[in-house]
């Protein structure tokens, strides 16, 4: 069974950086994309930005050009570069990792921003 762990979340001011990590216990068959969603309370889970396995990446709006998503090579573990945070980014993020027929969810980090 494979684990998926998210790493590095915590408490900053606005207009702060943070990074953070996900990596898988293993690898498993077809992996071909790393993502990450958030959801703050009362609301539901939105996409922060996704990255396949040939490089392309994709963004929610509310993010584009403050947060860069990366991976390593081996596709076992993604970085999320959060830059110029605001308190709306706050919530907690999830970690998924897809194959073409499954998906495996972290347990989630919580960010939260300081006005």
């Known amino acids: 069974q494979v684990q998926v762990v998210e790493y590095g979340g915590g408490l900053v001011e606005a207009g702060g950086s943070l990074r953070i990590s996900c990596t898988a216990s293993?690898?498993?068959?077809?992996?071909?994309?790393l993502g990450w969603y958030r959801q703050a309370p009362g609301k539901q889970r939105e996409l922060v930005a996704t990255?396949?396995?040939?490089?392309?990446?994709n963004y929610g709006d509310a993010v584009k050009g403050r947060f860069t998503i990366s991976r390593t090579s081996a596709m076992l573990t993604t970085y999320l570069q959060m830059r110029n945070l605001k308190p709306d980014d706050s919530g907690v993020y999830y970690c998924?990792?897809?194959?073409?027929?499954?998906?495996?969810w972290g347990q989630g980090t919580q960010v939260t921003v300081s006005s």
């Open positions: 998924k990792m897809s194959s073409k027929t499954q998906d495996y």
């Open positions: 990255i396949t396995r040939g490089g392309s990446t």
């Open positions: 293993s690898r498993f068959d077809n992996m071909n994309e």
